[in-house]
């Protein structure tokens, strides 16, 4: 699979998955309402729940998901610079489990 179809595909579920996350919940509902909420207004609980509880809720998760893959990124590139003493440097043998 190529790299941009890759990417692509990866930020059509990152922004299905926070459309999801903005019209699931316990508050029973349903998605033309909680979509008119959203955008036009509505009734006063749907724009509460929508704009006070989802909304920020939602968006906190984008950005903590964001800074959490930026620094699994910078640590595997950090990882990847320096060269590690290989297992049995540090007496590992995989042979030990087995009771050998």
Not at 20 to 48: H, N, R, W, Y
């Amino acid at each position: 699979m190529r790299y941009p179809l890759l990417l692509s595909l990866l930020a059509a579920l990152v922004a299905l998955l926070f459309v999801a996350s903005l019209l699931i919940g316990p508050a029973g509902i349903s998605v033309s309402d909680s979509l008119a909420a959203l955008f036009t207004g509505g009734a006063q609980a749907e724009v509460l729940v929508m704009r006070e509880i989802r909304l920020p809720r939602t968006l906190l998760a984008a950005m903590i998901g964001a800074a959490l893959g930026l620094a699994g990124a910078a640590l595997c590139k950090a990882g990847c610079a320096i060269r590690w003493p290989s297992r049995a440097f540090w007496g590992h043998r995989p042979q030990r489990r087995l009771g050998r």
